[in-house]
């Protein structure tokens, strides 16, 4: 079964640093995308970047290029997604999510990470 | 950017009953890339439905879909308790983007 157990919920202030994870497990991890999903409460959710681990292609959505970070383990089949320096706005549930190319769709999500940013 | 549209925000129905789910793009797809989620409160979103009208393994066939250029459709026969959530669609066509969703509740 493919499975993407995300890291748990994170409490911050603006300003600090936060790198949350998605460990993937049941399929070939080199050979899926696996991108990062914004979700604001009551609103849909908004694709925020992708990576392709067999050889770390990245991209971004313009809107959160520059202030997110992708990256991938081979070695331990997971995803990170950090901030350097937080802000209130980037509270939100952040899902991860294997996508079946870059320009396609999402088959299999993890459950979510929470994360709150406040002073 | 192709924005997504969906209407309406809210479906008010009975089990038993047929849900009719709209999708608008702001433009024409040039790539049969349209899917459709289902959203619990508290759960990620699940794929129901990829390439327009394909159901995703495991969904059952009271989902069905449908749709070309701007306009896209999601249709729900019989309504089961289960099928009570939000739904969203989401368009790969030209970058990745999803509606505002449509919430069905009874």
């Known amino acids: 079964d493919v499975q993407l157990v995300q890291s748990g919920a994170e409490v911050k202030q603006p300003g600090q640093s936060l790198k949350i994870s998605c460990k993937t497990s049941?399929?070939?991890?080199?050979?899926?995308?696996i991108g990062w999903v914004r979700q604001l409460p009551g609103k849909g959710p908004e694709w925020m970047t992708v990576?392709?681990?067999?050889?770390?292609?990245?991209r971004y959505n313009p809107s959160f290029q520059g202030h997110v970070t992708i990256s991938a383990d081979k070695s331990n089949t997971t995803v990170y997604l950090q901030w350097s320096s937080l802000k209130a706005s980037d509270s939100a549930i952040y899902f991860c999510?294997?996508?079946?190319?870059?320009?396609?769709?999402?088959?299999?999500w993890g459950q979510g990470t929470l994360v709150t940013v406040s002073s | 950017e192709i924005v997504l549209t969906q209407s309406p925000d809210t479906l008010s129905l009975s089990p038993g009953e047929r849900a009719t789910l709209s999708c608008r793009a702001s433009?024409?797809?040039?790539?049969?890339?349209l899917v459709w989620y289902q959203q619990k409160p508290g759960q990620a979103p699940r794929l129901i439905i990829f390439a327009i009208s394909a159901r995703a393994p495991g969904i059952p066939d009271r989902f069905s879909a449908s749709g070309s250029g701007t306009d896209f459709t999601l249709t729900i026969n019989r309504l089961e308790p289960e099928d009570f959530a939000v739904y969203y669609c989401q368009q790969c066509a030209d970058s990745l983007t999803f509606g505002q969703g449509t919430k069905v509740e009874v």
């Open positions: 049941g399929y070939s991890f080199s050979n899926y995308w």
């Open positions: 433009q024409s797809l040039n790539r049969n890339c």
């Open positions: 990576i392709y681990p067999g050889d770390s292609d990245t």
């Open positions: 999510a294997r996508q079946r190319g870059y320009l396609s769709y999402f088959d299999s």
